[in-house]
């Protein structure tokens, strides 16, 4: 199995929709991020969280939120999607030595 | 405020061509941390290297190796004798101390034709 399973691998929504992306890990590391890329951007932080109590936004959180269900278990939740928001998603976590990323989601709001 | 800057958009080379890119960084802390990734064309990001900001030393791993300059906070990435499954996009990214925090740069797409 993946250490970083990510849940849906493509969502097609429409403007105004509430969706959820899922993260998943198997190897049992406190960190976990949520990550964008854009064209020509590169990636952007958009939260993370070192612990299950512990949430922090990074450099783009507008728009979005999470909640980190368990130390495994890591979602992305955009309230009221917008076409601005279409990329592709990264979860990673990280046990201090590096860093590993998921598969992405790829999302596009219509 | 780090900053990740890869100058190079777009490379193109011939199948056995080296190919070097660039990655300049800029940070006022003493301690950090550069990386590599590689994303093929199906869009997962591969770790290649970490490399610390106490360690200067270059490293080579097959075709690839790594030249680090604090002196010009620089940490290039270059693939000897290019091949077309090295067609990617490859990201430096750098982050502070060890929260893995990491600040990417926009990305050189590397193109290898046979």
């Known amino acids: 199995d993946a250490d970083v399973t990510q849940t849906p691998r493509n969502r097609i929504t429409k403007t105004g929709k509430r969706i959820m992306l899922e993260c998943s890990q198997t190897k049992g590391h406190d960190r976990m991020y949520w990550y964008r890329q854009d064209p020509g951007l590169g990636l952007r932080l958009i939260y993370y969280s070192f612990d299950v109590k512990d949430i922090n936004k990074g450099e783009i959180s507008d728009g979005y939120s999470v909640s980190r269900q368990a130390q495994a278990k890591f979602s992305l939740s955009l309230e009221s999607a917008i076409p601005n928001q279409t990329a592709l998603y990264f979860c990673?976590?990280?046990?201090?030595?590096?860093?590993?990323f998921g598969p992405g989601t790829r999302l596009t709001v219509l | 405020a780090q900053k990740v800057t890869q100058a190079q958009t777009e490379i193109s080379v011939v199948e056995k061509e080296d190919v070097t890119l660039d990655c300049v960084y800029e940070?006022?802390?003493?301690?950090?941390?550069l990386f590599w990734y590689k994303q093929p064309p199906s869009g997962e990001l591969v770790f290649l290297i970490r490399?610390?900001?106490?360690?200067?030393q270059n490293e080579i791993s097959g075709r690839y190796s790594w030249n680090f300059q604090k002196s010009t906070s620089s940490f290039n990435f270059t693939i000897t004798a290019s091949q077309v499954v090295d067609s990617a996009v490859y990201f430096c990214a750098l982050s502070l101390s060890n929260d893995y925090k990491l600040s990417f740069g926009a990305g050189t797409t590397v193109t290898v034709r046979a």
């Open positions: 940070t006022r802390d003493t301690t950090y941390y």
């Open positions: 490399r610390n900001s106490f360690d200067e």
């Open positions: 990673a976590t990280s046990d201090g030595q590096g860093v590993i």
